[in-house]
């Protein structure tokens, strides 16, 4: 499995049209705006130390034009440089917004992307059976496939936002707005909540993996399916166990008849790369230690207290390993 | 001095004075002593704001920290922004306008004195009433700007967000009051010749930013006050989408305000350079009438460069070009200003004192902020940088360097008045070197952190992210600003006991706040001044031939009104004197807007308190002053 640490997470590496386009336009007004904080401390240390003459009268009408002819220039090429500035920006905004619609097309991977308290629903749509298909936390795209989002929260604003992809978003409740994102290049990108949301804002990564159209398909293909029926009875038990304490009122392993829908679906939870958001990696040592103490790497959210104690535990940790 | 003249002093001091000891503590009305106490309660409230930055730096300074739990971490922020704005930034600059504009003006007290001093109270136990909650363990946790519906009761059961909004009363009715008096005093107790032409920039600029004000506070009034503290209270749902109302209502409404109160910040600090520029380079300011336009040109054009806080909630292009035009088109009046500023530097001879440090360190960071805040105007790349650490250091670039560093040479330059005394200048250049040192190492890194995707407001991050490093600069050189802050606070204190005695007018500056003593008297002056230029004190001709007012009467407290635009002297108009009943007022105030957050009693309650009081200190008095 890739490193979770490899998630990409910057303005200044692009790997989508639209944040290359961004980063153009920002280093452009990056750029000019270092040329003009320079020039203007250049003039202000110039203003202070050059040698001035002894006897210099207070109201020279010569000071005064001089004066009035240097803060006149210098505020035409303000203006000028704004009135550029301006322009490019609003051509590099025209450009994304038509690239928006110009790719609206059946090759169009369409997802509901839904924000919650600190977590990420993501439902793929589709047109034939199962006609949807969810999965948390972790979303995978086709490279170079446009991919629509539909953005949706179900409690307080939150923020999409993948830096290499694209700018911000933000998850409104009560409104649904689209947001089109595509990578170009394969990798795993960080998309951590960017609207303040709560205790655990910090903790509302999620992750955008982007891989070639094959091993999508494949991913996509399993992910589709029901969680696999247990091979052994240790697995067997953990399933029971699952299915024994308080797990499915609030989680969904498909296939098991559990079916909460307030917390990130688990039926594939094996193959995801982070615990709880972006909270842990997704190791056996981390995720008994959230079943175990779930206010622990991540206080404040919402999983509660369980009794999954004692050799129920490994034989719990056992059945959602098999979960791939 | 005649026998004569002797006498009238005495008169005055006796007609304007404070009464002795605790009594004149709850009682006073001298504008000096009210602008001292905004100034002086602000800069508590600057320790406090500046003592939770510290502890929320030293939590990132280093990834998964365990310094301070999520729930704390997000208490300290939103009470560390919500301090720095409503009860350091606008207090302390308003405070300075309550000292300051009398002075400069030519008159013995603000025409409101008692609002003033009733103003001051609300606002101390408003600020008392946040920390509070905060150490009660129940700060506001959805953020100084306590966007809906986070800030409503479903997402934030606890009284955390009902303190917030009404901190914001507290605050509203504090400064409302301030306003009014200034914009009051400053078009109608001008000194006799004073037209609008010849007022000193800091009065313009405070009058600029009293409207400002009165516009903003209004709109955050009905945003806080009324929809959301009922939202809370009494369930009206103003922002509850499921019941038709809408959460980005209020982001409208909060930004309506919250991008004009930038610049209320920001306006006074420019009036303080004006005057700082003119006196160190020895020259009355270059392009006086372009900068008083500029003032009121920002003024106006911040009320309508609100959406760039909200490009990402996501709206139609052509709305949002609209709002980058107006963010662009704001920064030109200030860049006329800064031009100005350094044309003037350029002619003059500038003197390397204290306070023109830190003006030079205002150009190096507010010039960078000011373009950091061009690249925030554009529409995409806004959306890449928005929420991020950049914006933090962008907006601290813009505050600190913006405000404060002239507001810190503004308090040492004005100290010798407010004291009587000179600050340390050895003392003055160490703080201002570790302020400058702290302000660039804390906030430069920023930017780069959010370039590289840190979100703002997160209480931690993974050490795989890569931003160890930069973080712990940054906590380092917080503490380094810290030292710098401890260093002018206690150069203020010491210098009042130790420092070197100052005299009327020690930097020869031009404007009338230097004709008087130092510290200047109950009255102000010994006889009000007429005006016959905008440089009063580089009029050739020594003091002894400055014109003055006769007719006064020495033994009444009034003041002379004159025209709004010429300053034609109109009338004399009596003044009132001490009261304790303002204080009893606020005090009904505040029982009742404390109690509000229970119930809505509290509003009976807090008329019934307060009305009794107000109609006592409102009583006309035989005499007419009232």
Sequence with gaps: ?324 | MTGLATAERDALARTWGTPRGIAGFFTTVDHKRIGLRFIGTALCFLALGGALALMMRTQLARPDNHLLSPQLYNQFFTTHGTTMMFLFAVPVMMGLGIYLVPLMIGTRNVVFPRLVAYAYWVYLFGGIFLYSGLLLGNGPPAGWFSYTPLSETPFDPTKGSDIWAQMITFTEIAMLGVAVTLIITILKQRAPGMSLNRMPLFVWSILVTSFMVVFAMTTIAVASTLFLAADRLINTRFFVQQSGGDPVLWQHLFWMFGHPEVYIIFLPATGIISHLVATFSRRPVFGYTAIVFSTIATGIISFGVWVHHMFAVGMPELGLSFFTASSLIVTIPTAIQLFCWIATLWSGRPQWRVPLLFILGFFFILVRGGLTGVMLASVPVDLQLHDTFFVVGHLHDVLIGGAVFPLLGGLIYWYPKFSGRMASETAGKWAFALIFIGQNLTFFPMHILGLHGMPRRTYTYLASTGWGGLNFLETIGAYILAAGVLVTVANLILSAFYGRSAGNDPWAADTLEWATMSPPPPGNFAALPVVESRDPLWDPGGSEERPIVVGLPPDRREVLFTSALDAIPVRRIPLPGPTIWTFFCAVGTAIGLVMLIFTPWGLVVGTALAIPPLIIWAWPKAGGSA
Excluded at chain 1, 36 to 64: I, K
Excluded at chain 1, 68 to 81: D, E
Excluded at chain 1, 105 to 133: C, K, M, N
């Design chain 1, 1 to 324: 499995m890739q490193s979770p640490a490899a998630a990409a997470h910057s303005v200044l590496t692009p790997a989508s049209p639209h944040a290359v386009a961004i980063a153009h336009l920002a280093r452009l007004f990056f750029s000019l705006g270092a040329l003009v904080w320079l020039a203007v401390l250049a003039f202000l240390a110039w203003s202070l130390l050059r040698s001035r003459g002894l006897n210099q009268p207070t109201e020279d009408t010569h000071v005064v034009r001089r004066q009035t002819g240097a803060v006149g220039a210098a505020l035409a090429l303000t203006t000028i440089l704004l009135l550029a500035l301006g322009f490019v920006d609003y051509r590099t905004g025209r450009g994304i917004e038509k690239a928006h619609a110009r790719v609206l097309s059946a090759d169009t991977v369409r997802v509901q992307l839904i924000g919650h308290q600190w977590w990420w629903e993501i439902r793929y749509q589709q047109a034939t059976w199962p006609f949807q298909v969810t999965t948390a936390n972790e979303l995978h795209i086709p490279l170079g496939r446009p991919v629509v989002l539909t953005l949706e929260s179900r409690d307080v604003i939150h923020s999409f936002w993948a830096p290499n992809l694209h700018g911000k978003s933000d998850l409104v409740p009560g409104y649904s707005s689209q947001f089109l994102v595509q990578a170009d290049t394969p990798g795993v990108y960080a998309a951590p909540c960017a609207e303040f949301c709560g205790t655990q804002h910090a903790k509302m990564m999620l992750l955008v993996v982007a891989q070639p159209p094959d091993s999508f398909a494949a991913w996509y293909a399993n992910e589709s399916r029901d969680a696999p029926a247990p091979r052994s009875d240790s697995t067997d038990r953990g399933r029971q166990v699952f299915l024994a304490a308080a797990c499915p009122f609030c989680h969904t392993i498909r296939g098991t008849g559990s079916g909460g829908t307030v917390a990130p679906d688990l039926t594939h939870i094996a193959g995801r790369r982070m615990l709880g958001a972006g909270a842990a990696f997704n190791t056996r040592t981390e995720l008994g230690g959230w079943i175990e103490n779930p206010q622990g790497m991540k206080p404040g959210n919402r999983m509660p207290a369980n009794l999954v104690r004692g050799s129920d535990l490994p034989a719990l940790l056992a059945y959602l390993a098999t979960l791939k």
